[in-house]
Nanobody
Framework: QVQLVESGGGLVQAGGSLRLSCAASLRSFSSYAMGWFRQAPGKEREFVAVATSWSTYYYSSSAKGRFTISRDNAKKTVDLQMNSLKPEDTAVYFC????????????????????WGQGTQVTVSS
């Protein structure tokens, strides 16, 4: 049974930093694109960042320049370093895995992801 387990969420003041981590039990972890999504109350789930199986990285416009995604295939983990946090970053953050068949358009689409974690809450106070 595949499991994605997020950790590292919490409460932080605006301008602060948090590092999220996701541990995956995927057998062929290196073949998967690993993404981070978030969902704020009353809003749709939205793409944040992805680390592809080719170790290329894509970010949403709101994350670019502030967040950094990284993956460790040996440890089967994907991290999201979040700096300069803003109150509007407050959301539940989800880790997700997609068998990587290529095609950059697929990486930002939540429907293309096969597996999801339970999520971790990030709250940024003003």
């Amino acid at each position: 049974q595949v499991q994605l387990v997020e950790s590292g969420g919490g409460l932080v003041q605006a301008g602060g930093s948090l590092r999220l981590s996701c541990a995956a039990s995927l057998r062929s972890f290196s073949s998967y694109a690993m993404g981070w999504f978030r969902q704020a109350p009353g809003k749709e789930r939205e793409f944040v960042a992805v680390a592809t199986s080719w170790s290329t990285y894509y970010y949403s416009s709101s994350a670019k320049g502030r967040f950094t995604i990284s993956r460790d295939n040996a440890k089967k983990t994907v991290d999201l370093q979040m700096n300069s946090l803003k109150p509007e970053d407050t959301a539940v953050y989800f880790c997700a895995a997609q068998l990587d068949l290529g095609g950059s358009a697929a990486y930002s689409q939540s429907s293309r992801y096969n597996y999801w974690g339970q999520g971790t809450q990030v709250t940024v106070s003003s």
